[in-house]
């Protein structure tokens, strides 16, 4: 590296990241830096498609650079981005995932399986590689809520191929069963059937594994955080104290089982629910509060025809609001992982 490529990296060292407050430098987000003439050129490499943060980077940059390096006065900045990988999952599941998350809740009916759908939607529109697991099995919305229907997966080498919509990669017991028949499992069949949703299915590379979970503490949550290296998992509420209540217990159920809480979003949030439940119980536990989602009748009517709002109006303020708590699961995934030793170095991410 020439004199002037060391001292243009000295300087970026100073410039951080906003959210995992260390230098971009040490991170390893700065990549193939050449300079040409009075032009600084390089790659920042960021740790979610979704980051919202490139202007605050390019501001950064060019603060720490601009009359700071002799003889450089414009920057051409290129972007990427990898998801860091997880290494409580690298190794121990065949599916390629850099990551594994959760969405739970205390109580059926808060929307849980809408905001899983619009989460994965906002985040393969991102760019990311998601794939999405309806986690109740017994009563699996997935194949409707994303416009799937009821088709049968293809079978390739023993292996089912997953349905895709709206970029992101789905599964569910709906797609091997017809609606007027129940899923009646006791719990070692229902793990089992949990199990092979992920071992029995050709992901993949995938950023983000999202699991939709039946509400509640019992047996399907039970096992996929006892069986599977979490990276975390998001808390969706109502903002109703009785919603509110229950999904407390959910947190504590969590905790108790040291997977790490996300943050909690507030869906259906209004003057026909109330406001506020679940940012009150996010500062009560003192994780993160990702985001509110306005009551809005288009949100139903989505998820009835299996448009995501989040793709089919996003400029909706619901569908804006699915974006902004996307991007902020993303950072808060990012977090999560960069801040314990269970994650592998951006480095040597393929």
Same mark, same amino acid.
């Given at each position: 590296?020439?004199?002037?490529? &060391?001292?243009? !990296?000295?300087?970026?060292?100073?410039?951080?990241?906003?959210?995992?407050?260390?230098? %971009?430098?040490?991170?390893?987000?700065?990549?193939?830096?050449?300079?040409?003439?009075?032009?600084?050129?390089? #790659? %920042?490499?960021?740790? #979610?498609?979704?980051?919202?943060?490139?202007?605050?980077?390019?501001?950064?940059?060019?603060?720490?650079?601009?009359?700071?390096?002799?003889? /450089?006065?414009?920057?051409?900045? *290129?972007?990427? @981005?990898?998801?860091?990988?997880?290494?409580?999952?690298?190794?121990?599941?065949?599916?390629?995932?850099?990551?594994?998350?959760?969405?739970?809740?205390?109580?059926?009916?808060?929307?849980?399986?809408?905001?899983?759908?619009?989460?994965?939607?906002?985040?393969?529109?991102?760019?990311?590689?998601?794939?999405?697991?309806?986690?109740?099995?017994? &009563?699996?919305?997935?194949?409707?809520? #994303?416009?799937?229907?009821?088709?049968?997966?293809?079978?390739?080498?023993?292996?089912? /191929?997953?349905?895709?919509?709206?970029?992101?990669?789905? !599964?569910?017991?709906?797609?091997? #069963?017809?609606?007027?028949?129940?899923?009646?499992?006791?719990?070692?069949?229902?793990?089992?059937?949990?199990?092979?949703?992920?071992?029995?299915?050709?992901?993949?590379?995938?950023?983000?594994?999202?699991?939709?979970?039946?509400?509640?503490?019992?047996?399907?949550?039970?096992?996929?955080?006892?069986?599977?290296?979490?990276?975390?998992?998001? %808390?969706?509420?109502?903002?109703?104290?009785? @919603?509110?209540?229950? @999904?407390? *217990?959910?947190?504590?159920?969590?905790?108790?089982? &040291?997977?790490?809480?996300? =943050?909690?979003?507030?869906?259906?949030?209004?003057?026909?629910?109330?406001?506020?439940?679940?940012?009150?119980?996010?500062?009560? *536990? =003192?994780?993160?509060?990702?985001? *509110?989602?306005?009551?809005?009748?288009?949100?139903?009517? =989505?998820?009835?025809?299996?448009?995501? /709002?989040?793709?089919? $109006?996003?400029?909706?303020?619901?569908?804006?609001?699915? $974006?902004?708590?996307a991007r902020t699961v993303a950072a808060r995934i990012s977090v999560v992982m960069l801040q314990t030793a269970d994650v592998i170095p951006l480095n040597v991410i393929g």
């Open positions: 590296m020439s004199d002037i490529q &060391n001292q243009i !990296m000295t300087a970026l060292s100073t410039v951080i990241e906003p959210e995992l407050h260390r230098d %971009i430098v040490s991170l390893n987000m700065v990549r193939d830096l050449s300079v040409e003439g009075a032009t600084a050129r390089f #790659t %920042i490499v960021l740790t #979610t498609p979704a980051c919202p943060l490139k202007s605050v980077f390019e501001e950064r940059c060019s603060a720490a650079l601009i009359g700071k390096v002799p003889g /450089i006065d414009r920057l051409d900045i *290129r972007w990427d @981005a990898q998801v860091p990988t997880d290494r409580k999952i690298h190794g121990r599941l065949d599916v390629p995932m850099r990551s594994l998350v959760a969405v739970a809740s205390g109580k059926g009916g808060v929307g849980k399986s809408t905001v899983s759908t619009n989460l994965a939607a906002a985040l393969a529109e991102a760019g990311a590689r998601v794939g999405l697991i309806d986690g109740d099995i017994l &009563n699996p919305n997935l194949p409707q809520m #994303t416009g799937l229907g009821y088709g049968r997966p293809q079978v390739v080498n023993n292996k089912m /191929i997953p349905m895709e919509a709206y970029g992101f990669k789905v !599964m569910s017991t709906g797609f091997l #069963t017809t609606p007027d028949k129940p899923m009646i499992l006791r719990g070692p069949m229902l793990h089992s059937a949990i199990r092979q949703l992920f071992t029995d299915v050709e992901w993949g590379q995938l950023d983000y594994m999202i699991v939709d979970l039946p509400p509640g503490t019992g047996d399907a949550p039970l096992s996929l955080a006892q069986s599977f290296p979490l990276t975390g998992v998001i %808390i969706v509420t109502q903002p109703q104290e009785v @919603a509110v209540s229950d @999904a407390l *217990r959910s947190c504590a159920m969590f905790d108790t089982l &040291n997977v790490p809480v996300l =943050g909690i979003v507030e869906n259906m949030s209004g003057d026909f629910f109330g406001e506020g439940g679940g940012e009150r119980l996010a500062k009560e *536990r =003192g994780v993160p509060f990702l985001g *509110r989602i306005p009551l809005d009748a288009e949100v139903r009517i =989505g998820g009835d025809y299996g448009r995501p /709002i989040v793709v089919t $109006q996003p400029d909706n303020p619901a569908g804006q609001a699915f $974006q902004a708590m």
